[in-house]
């Protein structure tokens, strides 16, 4: 089984400041990690992905994230923040691929960390 | 190409009444899953659908819920008889053969009166 600890509820910083969100994960097996972020009721939107190539994994709006096996963490940072990065972010693990089938099965979510972003 | 496609985005209902909650999902795609994001929390998974097949339904609560993701049409998450724990907002997304990566829809978010 696998699981996924963001340490921060909430995180706030202000524009023009680094952003490091934390999330640690549990699991078996090498699993793939992403990042998604959620808009104030909207969707949710793919920011980037670790699928076990390179450890650093560059993903859209200047957000990245690295991956680290001895640590079981997969932070994500962006070197200066914008007010339009203000939404909760979720880290999320998937499973291992379900053996004889054609897809992976559900992700397993972290509680999520609410970025607020002053001017 | 568009992206997956829930209807409605906002659904009203009083006790007792049925939902039901629609997902088309992306051109191409052929699983859909269903997630539940409950008020202040993450989302948490309910089931997953390939065409015309229930894969993994371990995350759906035993009773009023269902689910089908027939041969044509969209995938329908149905809640009968539905109370206000049900209030959430429900989430769609869809991923290809093969890939892992899922496309979230925009939500249906219901409300029970």
């Known amino acids: 089984a696998q699981s996924v600890t963001q340490l921060d509820s909430h995180v706030s910083v202000s524009e023009g400041t680094p952003v490091l969100l934390r999330c640690n994960y549990s699991?078996?097996?090498?699993?793939?990690l992403f990042w998604y972020v959620q808009h104030p009721n909207k969707g949710l939107q793919l920011l980037l992905k670790y699928t076990s190539a390179a450890t650093l994994v560059k993903g859209i709006n200047g957000f990245e994230a690295e991956f680290k096996k001895s640590e079981t963490s997969f932070h994500l940072t962006k070197p200066s923040a914008h007010m339009s990065d203000a939404a909760e972010y979720f880290c999320v693990v998937s499973p291992q691929k379900i053996t004889g089938g054609t897809s992976y099965g559900k992700l397993t979510f972290g509680q999520g960390t609410i970025l607020t972003v002053h001017p | 190409n568009a992206g997956v496609m829930q209807n409605p985005r906002h659904l009203v209902r009083r006790r007792g009444q049925e939902a039901r909650l629609r997902c088309s999902p992306m051109k191409g795609h052929s699983h859909v899953y269903w997630y539940r994001q409950l008020p202040e929390e993450g989302l948490k998974f309910m089931v997953y659908?390939?065409?015309?097949?229930?894969?993994?339904e371990s995350g759906m609560p035993k009773e009023r819920f269902s689910a089908e993701f027939p041969k044509e049409g969209p995938s329908i998450l149905r809640i009968q008889q539905v109370v206000r724990g049900d209030s959430a907002a429900y989430f769609c997304?869809?991923?290809?053969?093969?890939?892992?990566?899922?496309?979230f829809g925009p939500g249906t978010r219901l409300l029970v009166l």
């Open positions: 997304a869809s991923s290809p053969p093969l890939q892992e990566t899922q496309y």
């Open positions: 699991s078996s097996y090498s699993p793939s």
């Open positions: 659908l390939q065409k015309e097949n229930i894969i993994d």
